[in-house]
């Protein structure tokens, strides 16, 4: 299996930009694979469109997951939320074993495009409350395709997560040091043409910029 090519997480945010062109940087052929779950927001989409055609990505991978819904866009827990309007925004974008099905996904493909690396995203404020974004979990599913992949010779394909130890000014350096487009990136949890500036995601990128003494381009760029 060949080591110099890499498949990339992209989800048309932040993080996973920054991962693309890190990895562009570091090996000679990267993919990109994104999922197109229940609900997801269009500008999300365009996003990671946007970002592989800015990156002189060939191969722009799109998975449709209908089936896969956000804890918010579920019967089971609607009420949840609606009793509780002020409950935790973050519960509301979970999704049952989402990384368990985005990468095994993203490994089955691994396996048939000859790319060694699987490259995730996920930072140290995801791990703190998304369990399976951590490194440790992300590290048994590691050993699951090491002991699962029949033909890899030993050598099976492996998530690396390249930001795992950042947080978001640190991500924010990187991307400007990569030269990535930030400026075509979507974090907002809201639909709509331009970054909502009020949910969680987009005050969390406003205070990161802020602190950095710099404006976050998504607001000040019309796409």
Known sequence: MRSDRAL?????????????????????????????????LVQEKRASVQLAKAAGINKLIEIDLP???????????????????????????????????????GAHYAEYLGAKWIIGGHNV????????????????INILFREGCLLCNDQAYQILLPLSR???????????????????????HREGTVHCGSCYACR???????????????????K
């Open 166 to 188: 950042m947080n978001r000014k640190q991500i924010i350096r990187l991307a400007i040091k990569l030269k990535a487009p930030i400026e075509l990136t979507w974090s907002c």
């Open 67 to 105: 089936f896969v819904k956000e804890a918010g866009d579920s019967s089971y827990y609607s009420g949840r939320f609606k009793e509780n309007p002020h409950s935790n925004a973050q519960e509301s974008s979970y999704v049952p074993a989402r990384n368990m099905i985005f990468y095994s996904i």
């Open 8 to 40: 990339v997480m992209l989800s048309g945010g932040l993080d996973s930009a920054t991962c693309l062109y890190w990895a562009k940087e570091k090996y000679s052929e990267v993919i990109a694979i994104t999922f197109n779950y229940f609900g997801r």
């Open 125 to 140: 404020h995801d791990a703190k409350f998304f369990k399976d974004a951590s490194k440790r979990f992300i590290d048994k």
């Open 204 to 222: 969390q990128r406003l205070e990161a910029f802020d602190d950095l003494g710099l404006k976050d381009p998504v607001f000040f760029f019309v």
